[in-house]
């Protein structure tokens, strides 16, 4: 008896997958202004909630640094994982709409003009997120810990100086972008899920900087500060308005060098100036 055939589904071959980014791309870059905003803010809720659940984890302080920072990783891994399946325009995986405007399917001031508008989508879907979360007393779970916990991340991503930020930016958005890249060869939502867990793991662990989830960290900290003030002895002095926006700025143009200069240019290096047609 013949044994039986099952279909496979493979995932989509490197050069498949450039062609797949460049049609992206330009769905992207084309997108009326409304919708692209509507899903921003969408990303930037989902990256939030990724962001909730990794201070949850962080505010057991029974977990040692590898297990915290790993588990943390992991369940922050939420938000990307929905970008990819549920349909958002995120800030920093659009970093890969370069390889797109590099074969000419749209023009830079479409691609800046969607850039421009997906950060300030993200910006407003963390800020709802923060929003919620205050009015749900999130801080106050775990007898106060996740509060600290918030202060705690907050203030050390305030108090990093400038240019360590932005490399910190750089690393963030080269495993962000290869999660992008990895989830448009996927073809299944179990695909999409192993190509964002692992990086955004690694990034998370390490305490890379992704200037999205920041929105969500940062502002997160200054309204549990106003809400519960410092714990004693604590410094709490970086968590101001100021670091955030140093923070923001860094992390911005690091995730941007990062994802355009590193994981795009290495793909149009590869397969770029429509190799598969010559």
């Known amino acids: 008896m013949a044994a039986p055939s099952y279909p496979t589904v493979d995932a989509l071959a490197p050069a498949q997958t450039y062609a797949k980014a460049v049609a992206v791309g330009k769905a992207k870059a084309t ?11 969408a ?3 989902y990256i939030g909630l990724g962001g909730m659940l990794m201070l949850l984890v962080k505010s057991d302080t029974t977990l040692g640094f590898a297990a915290s920072s790993l588990l943390g990783g992991f369940v922050f891994s939420l938000g990307l ?3 990819l399946v549920a349909g958002a325009e995120l800030f920093t995986g659009n970093s890969l709409m370069a390889i797109g405007r590099f074969e000419g399917a749209y023009s830079l001031a479409q691609l800046l003009r969607s850039w421009a508008v997906v950060y300030a989508g993200n910006l407003c879907g963390s800020l709802l997120l923060v929003a919620l979360l205050r009015l749900a007393r999130f801080a106050d779970l775990n007898g106060g810990a996740v509060g600290t916990t918030i202060l705690s991340v907050a203030t050390a991503k ?3 100086p400038w240019v360590t930020a932005a490399f910190r930016g750089v690393m963030c958005n080269v495993l962000v972008c290869l999660a992008v890249w990895m989830g448009f060869a996927g073809k299944t939502v179990v695909d999409k899920f192993l190509a964002a867990a692992m ?6 662990a390490c305490g890379f900087e992704h200037c999205v989830a920041n929105m969500f960290f940062i502002p997160m900290g200054l309204v549990t500060l106003g809400m519960t003030g410092a714990p004693a002895g604590a410094d709490v002095s970086a968590l101001t308005v100021g ?5 923001l700025s860094a992390a911005t143009l690091g995730n941007v060098l990062g ?8 793909y149009i290096f590869a397969f770029g100036t429509n190799v598969e047609k010559k």
């Open 31 to 41: 997108m009326p202004a409304y919708r692209a905003f509507v899903l921003a803010v």
């Open 43 to 45: 990303a930037g809720f």
């Open 81 to 83: 994982f929905a970008v």
């Open 158 to 160: 305030c108090a990093l």
């Open 199 to 204: 990086p955004v793991m690694a990034f998370v």
């Open 243 to 247: 670091g955030m926006l140093s923070n």
């Open 259 to 266: 994802g355009v200069c590193f994981l795009a240019a290495l």
